[in-house]
């Protein structure tokens, strides 16, 4: 079925037959196809990929508690996994296609109820309608039982709603997330972009809450020379929290500059403030009078908060002739994981991709997440995570694999520190001049 909403996609936009290239001039910042499907910073022709592969799990944590009430880890998980996949860069002569997806089941050997598969799909669609207006759509949408595996799938992709936070149990989580801005180019200096998104979470574990929300933005940016943009941004924000009583908005207003350095380098800056509008319900304790009169210690009620927060990010980006590499470090408000929600969000990342010419090609990934509720009275979580894989070409269509991927967790001042990671190898048919590259 995904195969085939694919091909749809690209025969609707076969009448197009050249190609758009920096139709908003260096340094303009840009969604839609953006660098979907792009593998060592270079664009790929689109790219099937069949995997097969035995993988060794440690340290998942499903949402479960034993007998005396501790949390259920499970450790020394054998299997095998099969994979289906496509990734890769289609242009035409006024649009840019960017596909990224990947399929997977797996099956353990010795315990079967911890069989699953995941699929993660992220689409992007640019397309220039006139001299002067040029649209960028995208969607991303999946499903994971494991944050394992999944945590550093969707990093590549800025603005995912899906981070390593997003996922703290191994518990199945569903999302999607769909996105349209439309830029008006008023010259060759000046853009202006408005737009928006819808989004939602659903998890499968009852305990677990969801999310669902929308946002709305807009944006001017302005080049100042060849290499240097500068512009400001509003966002506002909307969450809802289907399981729970409660809702959050969210109105930010930052500053941005984006400038290249030499002729590889890419850096953007951010800067502002977020005014986070929070309404939800928590335990308190009730005054002892009243509690010998009914016997209770603590009851519920609702509460309302308002406050403002500093937000900034900034990512560096380099590229070279066969690799890819970025940083980046983002202070600002996430939705929450599930248990936490509306939080204070600080993230840093780093990746690099390498694709040889003829054999070899290399990944690296590594993040670091904290959570603070704004309304929630919860100690911070923390996750580290972090991967590397190598892919070798053993002959044209066929490719031998490797990857490690680790996550920690941890709860601060309480006693919950978890570690989980995963070894995989494997074997991959892909016909291709290059060799396959995964994130």
């Given at each position: 079925m995904k195969t085939r909403m694919i091909a749809m996609v690209l025969v609707c936009c076969s009448t197009m037959t050249a190609q758009v290239t920096n139709y908003l001039g260096p340094g303009i910042l840009t969604?839609?196809?953006?660098?979907?499907?792009?593998?060592?910073?270079?664009?790929?022709?689109?790219?099937?990929?069949?995997?097969?592969?035995?993988?060794?799990?440690?340290?998942?944590?499903?949402?479960?508690?034993?007998?005396?009430?501790?949390?259920?880890?499970?450790?020394?998980?054998?299997?095998?996994?099969?994979?289906?996949?496509?990734?890769?860069?289609?242009?035409?002569?006024?649009?840019?296609?960017?596909l990224d997806y990947k399929g997977t089941y797996r099956h353990y050997t010795e315990k079967s109820s911890y069989d699953g598969?995941?699929?993660?799909?992220?689409?992007?669609?640019?397309?220039?309608?006139?001299?002067?207006?040029?649209?960028?759509?995208?969607?991303?949408?999946?499903?994971?039982?494991?944050?394992?595996?999944?945590?550093?799938?969707?990093?590549?992709?800025?603005?995912?709603?899906i981070t390593p936070s997003s996922l703290l149990f191994d518990n199945r989580a569903n999302f999607l997330q769909s996105s349209l801005d439309v830029n008006y180019i008023q010259s060759a200096r000046t853009t202006f972009t408005f737009g928006g998104e819808g989004f939602g979470v659903w998890r499968q574990a009852k305990g677990l809450i969801g999310t669902q929300g929308w946002d709305m933005r807009g944006t001017i940016q302005h080049r100042l020379s060849r290499r240097t943009t500068v512009g400001v941004s509003y966002q506002h924000a909307h969450y809802d929290f289907p399981k729970a009583f409660g809702e959050s908005d969210i109105n930010s207003a930052t500053g941005i500059l984006t400038s290249q350095l030499g002729r590889s380098w890419d850096v953007t800056l951010r800067g502002g403030a977020y005014q986070a509008e929070v309404q939800g319900l928590q335990?308190?304790?009730?005054?002892?009078?009243?509690?010998?009169?009914?016997?209770?210690?603590?009851?519920?009620?609702?509460?309302?908060?308002?406050?403002?927060?500093?937000?900034?990010?900034?990512?560096?980006?380099?590229?070279?002739?066969?690799?890819?590499?970025?940083?980046?470090?983002?202070?600002?408000?996430?939705?929450?994981?599930?248990?936490?929600?509306?939080?204070?969000?600080?993230?840093?990342?780093?990746?690099?991709?390498?694709?040889?010419?003829?054999?070899?090609?290399?990944?690296?990934?590594?993040?670091?997440?904290?959570?603070?509720?704004?309304?929630?009275?919860?100690?911070?979580?923390?996750?580290?995570?972090?991967?590397?894989?190598?892919?070798?070409?053993?002959?044209?269509?066929?490719?031998?694999?490797?990857?490690?991927?680790?996550?920690?967790?941890?709860?601060?001042?309480?006693?919950?520190?978890?570690?989980?990671?995963?070894?995989?190898?494997?074997?991959?048919f892909s016909p291709g001049d290059v060799p396959l590259a995964f994130h």
């Open positions: 969604r839609g196809a953006g660098d979907i499907g792009v593998r060592g910073g270079q664009d790929v022709d689109l790219r099937f990929y069949v995997n097969a592969s035995g993988i060794y799990d440690n340290g998942l944590q499903p949402y479960a508690v034993d007998s005396t009430g501790h949390l259920v880890t499970v450790n020394g998980l054998w299997g095998t996994e099969v994979a289906l996949g496509a990734y890769g860069v289609h242009k035409f002569r006024h649009a840019r296609l960017g598969s995941d699929h993660q799909l992220a689409l992007g669609y640019t397309y220039q309608q006139s001299r002067r207006l040029v649209f960028d759509m995208r969607q991303l949408a999946g499903t994971a039982s494991q944050a394992t595996s999944f945590g550093g799938y969707l990093t590549a992709v800025p603005d995912a709603l335990r308190v304790a009730v005054d002892p009078a009243i509690a010998a009169l009914l016997g209770v210690t603590s009851t519920i009620e609702t509460f309302y908060r308002k406050s403002i927060f500093p937000q900034w990010d900034a990512t560096l980006h380099r590229r070279f002739q066969r690799a890819d590499l970025s940083f980046a470090y983002k202070r600002g408000v996430s939705a929450g994981n599930g248990v936490y929600l509306t939080s204070r969000e600080e993230s840093a990342s780093g990746y690099l991709s390498y694709t040889g010419i003829r054999k070899w090609s290399f990944s690296a990934t590594a993040g670091y997440s904290r959570l603070s509720g704004i309304g929630q009275d919860l100690k911070p979580y923390s996750q580290l995570t972090g991967g590397a894989g190598a892919t070798y070409a053993l002959t044209n269509p066929i490719h031998l694999f490797v990857r490690y991927d680790a996550r920690h967790q941890e709860i601060v001042d309480l006693t919950f520190r978890q570690t989980s990671y995963r070894a995989t190898i494997g074997i991959s």
